[in-house]
């Protein structure tokens, strides 16, 4: 499974665009990029997941440079609610028998009014 | 829908004792994952379950263990616990094996006095 490396914090104002770059220099070819968000006593929910190049939902975009061997979370707008730990993920194995997670220390994003 | 439900939500255990959480995934989901999450180590896996059947397992000792029903619900069970299990347990369920992301639970805050 790949490690990752992400900043261990980040410093935010309110209605700036983040950006969290998340290092896998040795992400093997099946492998998914996700992200989590964890609020504090509660369980990390899921945000984006992709593959290669660009990711968009309603929350956040997620791109992927062509050597795959990082990845770039992009968080519009935040807002104070945006106050979290967010967690890069890779090495996923569908349906195989390598099914978990491996957290990283993620990166604490703090947004300022 | 409902999502991962854990119960109980607060736990507090002595030395010696043996404790018993449960949680009960979304409903269709048959993996079911426990993390524990300390501030010193982080987030690390336990177990994952499919089908009740075990089917990846993490670094920790024979004290913890778990299993899972045939109506997908999960236990993890924790024996002659330790001061260093003081942890919050959660829960994770997915449909299939991740690619479209795990739901977490809350988790259970246990406490070992």
């Known amino acids: 499974l790949a490690k990752t490396t992400q900043p261990i914090s980040m410093d935010s104002y309110e209605g700036q665009e983040v950006n969290i770059t998340c290092s896998h220099n040795?992400?093997?070819?099946?492998?998914?990029i996700t992200w989590y968000q964890q609020f504090p006593s509660q369980g990390p929910r899921f945000i984006i997941q992709?593959?290669?190049t660009k990711v968009t939902n309603e929350v956040a975009s997620l791109f992927i440079p062509a050597d795959r061997k990082s990845s770039t979370l992009s968080l519009p707008r935040v807002s104070l609610s945006d106050t979290a730990v967010y967690y890069c993920?890779?090495?996923?194995?569908?349906?195989?028998?390598?099914?978990?997670?491996?957290f990283g220390t993620g990166t604490l994003l703090a947004v300022q009014p | 829908k409902a999502g991962v439900t854990q119960t109980p939500r607060y736990l507090i255990k002595t030395r010696g004792q043996q404790v018993t959480l449960s949680c009960s995934p979304i409903?269709?989901?048959?993996?079911v994952s426990w993390y524990q999450q300390t501030p010193g180590q982080g987030l690390q896996f336990l177990f994952e379950?499919?089908?009740?059947?075990?089917?990846n397992k993490g670094n920790f000792p024979g004290r913890f263990s778990g299993r899972q029903f045939s109506n997908s619900r999960s236990e993890m069970n924790v024996s002659t616990l330790e001061l260093g299990d003081s942890a919050l347990y959660l829960c994770?369920?997915?449909?299939?094996?991740?690619?479209?992301?795990?739901?977490f639970g809350s988790g259970t805050r246990l406490t070992v006095v």
């Open positions: 994770a369920s997915s449909f299939d094996g991740g690619k479209a992301g795990y739901t």
């Open positions: 040795n992400i093997a070819t099946n492998d998914y």
């Open positions: 992709g593959y290669k």
């Open positions: 993920l890779v090495g996923l194995n569908y349906g195989g028998a390598t099914n978990k997670l491996i």
């Open positions: 409903s269709g989901h048959r993996s």
């Open positions: 379950y499919f089908s009740e059947t075990q089917r």
